[in-house]
């Protein structure tokens, strides 16, 4: 079964730091670029960051530009997202999401919260 | 650019329904558009992807099409089941950015 596990969520004040981790499991997670899409409360997906199978090509959402990092290890099956300066609005439920074709996401983790708040 | 879906659409069990996407800028025939289903509490699982296929395991229930002349995508759901409510989201792309639409509660009556 395909499946990828999100962890790393948690509360963090204005400012502060925090540092996603997704696991895969169940295809072979080095062919396959990957993804984080996020969705705060109540609201619509917003896709956030982009990488590569062999982390040569990286893209970033404009609202995160400069912030966050998306990296990943191929030998671990494990995708990041080192989140920098966290504000209010970053606040979300964030995905670990596969790159299914060029164009699909599929299939979505589970997701992991991420509160910033003073 | 921008992708429009209605806020909300509800139908009978049984009953067919609609929800268009509308794309603000460019050709939508020339950038794939997927479909994905977002049950209460649960993360988005995909229903259609490009324009108009249904992934492994989704129903024949569920049609995805475009249409150039209002430059806009749709998926349809024929023989409304309860299960089926839910926020639909469509999504497409342009060069390396990801765009979703707002996304559309669908509730069945």
Redesign the interface.
């Known amino acids: 079964e395909v499946q990828l596990v999100e962890s790393g969520g948690g509360l963090v004040q204005p400012g502060g730091s925090l540092r996603l981790s997704c696991v895969a499991s169940g295809f072979s997670f080095s062919g396959y670029r990957m ?1 984080w ?1 996020r969705q705060a409360p109540g609201k ?4 956030v960051a ?1 990488i590569s199978s062999s982390s040569s090509i990286i ?1 970033y ?1 404009d609202s995160v530009k400069g912030r966050f990092t998306i990296s990943r290890d191929n030998g671990k099956n494990s995708l990041y997202l080192q989140m920098n300066s966290l504000r209010d609005e970053d606040t979300a439920v964030y ?1 670990c999401v596969r790159r ?2 060029d ?9 992991t919260q991420v509160t910033v708040s003073s | 650019f921008m992708l429009t879906q209605p806020h909300s659409v509800s139908g009978s069990p049984g009953k067919t329904v609609t929800i268009s996407c509308t794309r603000s800028s460019g050709n939508i025939a020339n950038n794939y558009v997927q479909w994905y289903q977002q049950r209460p509490g649960r993360a988005p699982t995909t229903v259609i992807y490009e324009h108009d296929r249904r992934l492994s395991g989704v129903p024949d229930r569920f049609s995805g099409s475009i249409d150039r002349s209002s430059n806009s995508a749709s998926l349809t759901i024929s023989g409304l089941k309860t299960e089926d409510e839910a926020d639909y989201y469509c999504q497409s792309y342009d060069g390396s950015n990801q765009v979703f639409g707002r996304g559309t509660q669908l509730t069945v009556l």
């Open positions: 993804d899409v619509g997906l917003e896709w982009h893209y959402a995905y299914w074709n164009f699909c996401f599929d299939p979505w983790g589970q997701g």
